[in-house]
């Protein structure tokens, strides 16, 4: 789930990006308790000061708040990630053998290509992508530390890994293979039911590329995504387990 600010944050934006004239602090407390969620003026008050420092919301005088192209694009990244998310979700609640089966192959398929990604990434990665790879564990460290979904940030990596090969065809191959990410939150889902860390093996890798070594990091990712593989096999013997 997000957390609550993030989800304060969701909920301003959206009712922002439906009105033509600014709204107030007291309306947006009134708009958002009809939306179930339960919040004071002042508090209300506080949030709008963060969105305005952050340029998600412009602040027109003593007629209220606009909502600015930052907080449009920001709005819809956030309404892109609750779709994958709940895509994520509804595709966990369909899974049974069958489909266990799928999944590993999905990961027995991504193994073959991002071991070369990798490799590649070793070897090719600029400066300034390997600072990114960074800023994404330090963030999915950061989330993980407060109980928050991840998934974003482990599409994220790969992503990076990925452009920085330098190889169009395989990264064509894995973008295909990942769905756009929409599997990430089903895998998260299953690694933090069996214990799993995604954060680990991302920053196995990362040091790996920071090292420009190829073989390192092409043996880290294959741990990452065999470990991952281990993880979906646990999952199904615990629920087997728990409906036996």
């Not at 969620?37 to 606009?66: C, H």
Request: charged content about 30%; aromatic content about 4%; hydrophobic content about 35%.
């Amino acid at each position: 789930m997000p957390s609550e600010r993030q989800q304060y944050y969701y909920e301003i934006l959206s009712i922002l990006e439906d009105k033509a004239e600014p709204v107030g602090s007291g309306l947006l407390r009134q708009l958002l308790t009809a939306r179930g969620v339960e919040i004071s003026e002042a508090t209300v008050g506080r949030v709008l000061s963060e969105m305005d420092n952050k340029d998600l919301t412009q602040r027109l005088g003593f007629q209220g708040r606009v909502i600015t192209s930052s907080g449009k694009q920001k709005l819809e990244e956030m309404r892109s990630f609750q779709h994958r998310q709940t895509y994520g979700n509804r595709f966990l609640k369909t899974l049974d053998s069958k489909k266990k089966e799928d999944l590993i192959d999905i990961l027995v398929a991504r193994r073959a290509i991002e071991r070369e990604l990798a490799r590649l990434a070793a070897e090719h990665a600029t400066e300034g992508e390997i600072r990114l790879m960074e800023s994404v564990c330090q963030e999915q460290e950061k989330y993980i530390a407060i109980k928050r979904i991840t998934a974003e940030q482990d599409v994220r990596f790969h992503e990076l890994v990925a452009l920085s090969a330098r190889n169009k065809v395989l990264t064509a191959a894995l973008d295909l293979i990942r769905h756009d990410g929409q599997l990430s939150p089903t895998l998260e889902y299953i690694r933090t039911t069996v214990g799993g860390k995604l954060a680990i093996g991302h920053s196995k890798i990362l040091e790996a590329i920071k090292q420009r070594d190829p073989e390192k990091a092409e043996q880290a990712m294959v741990q990452h995504i065999e470990s991952l593989i281990e993880d979906v096999q646990k999952f199904w013997t615990m629920d087997n387990d728990n409906n036996q």
